[in-house]
């Protein structure tokens, strides 16, 4: 287990696995997170995997983002392209700092959506992305090339802040893009249940 780290320009925990086959998460929490938060998340769904969670670095008041937006799911675009740049750059980093192959991202509402802009905008940065109510980050999406990176997007059919439409649009981007999407729609608002666990167990397996 390891400590809150504060000696890169992220806030972060990392946690290195026991299992070499398994490759790192890249834990990416929603607002009013922190890096503590998808850690047992993250051990729950693969076992023995590295951990690297950084801690979103734009405050909403006192709720760590990992972007600004101009009201709920309107997004200030300008600095989602830094910050995702941002975060690329700590990723590589934190890469070359513990020794890691390209993580799975495995974000959550906030850090779904900046993982899904890093996707389009660094496709090199990341090996694959589990989105957890996830929604199009980008009006006008970056031609990415994401030739058979793997993507889950779970989203929930009651979900309030992330629309159907929304959803489904984002899985159509980043399958235009050439991303191995598997997109479910479970039966569920914003939050996260069972039913996301063992989805996000099974297809991490198959990583
Ligand atoms: C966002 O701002 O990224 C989305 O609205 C999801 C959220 O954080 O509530």
Redesign the pocket.
Known sequence: MAATTADTDFIHVFEPGSDPARRPLLLLH??GGDESDLLSLGRTVAPGASLLSPRGKVLEGSAP???R?LA??V?DEADLKRRADELAGFVMSARERYGLPAPIALGF??G???AAAMLMQRPEILGGAALL?A?VPFAEPPRANLAGKPVLILSGALDP??SKANAEALARQLGESGAAVEHRVLPAG?GLGQTDIGLLKDWLARR
């Open positions: 929603g607002t983002r990992f972007f937006r709920e799911g997004f509402s906030n779904a959506n900046i109510r929604m802040i992330v914003h």
